[in-house]
Nanobody
Framework: QLQLVESGGGLVQPGGSLRLSCAAS????????IGWFRQAPGKEREGVSCISSTGSITNYADSVKGRFTISRDNAKNTVYLQMNSLEPEDTAVYYC??????????????????WGKGTLVTVSS
């Protein structure tokens, strides 16, 4: 069974930090690019970050540059999203997704093959 499971979401105050994890099972994550996406209530889902299969190439949405960091530990079959200096506008359900493109380095819109069910991040005082 191929599965992605996000964890690490929760309630934090503005300026706080969270680290999200995306654990894969049923396949070997190291061969594929991974992306993080988010969807706020009443809004469209948007791309947040992407990391290549080797971890050597990363991309970020302008809204999170300098605050979020994506990384991966292929030995643990897991990817992470470190989120610092969180703002209320970051409140959303965060999803990880895999692109079925061996040794790829991009996460194109509409091109992601497998999705997790998401983890909720709420930034509020």
């Amino acid at each position: 069974q191929l599965q992605l499971v996000e964890s690490g979401g929760g309630l934090v105050q503005p300026g706080g930090s969270l680290r999200l994890s995306c654990a894969a099972s049923g396949f070997t994550l190291e061969y594929y690019p991974i992306g993080w996406f988010r969807q706020a209530p009443g809004k469209e889902r948007e791309g947040v970050s992407c990391i290549s299969s080797t971890g050597s190439i990363t991309n970020y949405a302008d809204s999170v540059k300098g605050r979020f960091t994506i990384s991966r530990d292929n030995a643990k079959n897991t990817v992470y999203l470190q989120m610092n200096s969180l703002e209320p506008e970051d409140t959303a359900v965060y999803y990880c997704a895999v692109r079925n493109h061996l040794y790829g380095s991009t996460c194109p819109p509409g091109g992601m093959t497998y999705w997790g069910k998401g983890t909720l991040v709420t930034v509020s005082s």
